[in-house]
């Protein structure tokens, strides 16, 4: 028996993408083909009908909270920052009223959150001189042909020492060190 050989597509390079995000970095180096599957195929995978909010819709809620937060110039010092974050968070989770069980479990939930984030950046404050919410980035290189590699980093921090420093909120588990020291979780590495 002869195994068949791997796939590998090839499709003309005016098909190819000329822009990757810093997720679908990852998805390159884990499944190709998914992103052959969306730039060649221009296949979108369907979202199912009558489906509860999953974790993804929860992460994106709580980015948004947290980059709200910050965009609207929140002191997270003040003696009312958590009543300010909740209020938010009131906000966005709103977006759920269909399934309000899952809204005021993931609300509860987020108060945790609410408070460790708090003691967080309290804990940083007198390091930080600006807190920047959302900054996009575009990295362009000209090889054969122009390509670029875009991302949107959920915090960039000027510190008083001049440095910056970027934070990605995780909603779920973060990659391990030693994926990230081997480029297999490259997120961040490009951020930077």
């Known amino acids: 028996v002869v195994a068949a050989s791997r796939p590998a597509p090839a499709p003309p390079a ?4 000329r822009k990757l995000s ?3 970095a990852e998805t390159l180096m884990r499944s190709p083909y998914d992103l052959y599957a969306k730039y060649v195929l221009g296949l979108r995978p369907l979202d199912a009908l009558g489906e509860d909010p999953d974790a993804r819709e929860r992460g994106t809620i709580v980015h948004a909270i947290l980059a709200r937060f910050v965009i609207e110039g929140h002191d997270p010092e003040a003696a009312d920052a958590f009543e300010r974050l909740m209020a938010i968070a009131t906000e966005q989770f709103a977006s759920l009223d269909a399934v309000g069980e899952r809204r ?6 987020f108060a945790t959150a609410a408070r460790q984030f708090l003691d967080f ?8 001189l600006k807190r920047n919410a959302e900054i996009g980035g575009r990295w362009e290189r000209k090889l054969a042909e122009p390509f670029a590699i875009t991302g949107q980093a959920d915090r960039i921090d000027l510190l008083d020492d001049g440095s910056l420093e970027i934070l990605d909120f995780k909603t779920g588990s973060p990659p391990a060190p030693a994926s990230m020291r081997g480029f297999e979780a490259p997120q961040l590495p490009l951020e930077a």
């Open 14 to 17: 005016h098909l190819r993408p």
């Open 22 to 24: 810093v997720t679908e």
């Open 104 to 109: 005021d479990i993931w609300l509860r939930r």
């Open 121 to 128: 950046e309290r804990e940083r404050a007198p390091r930080v």
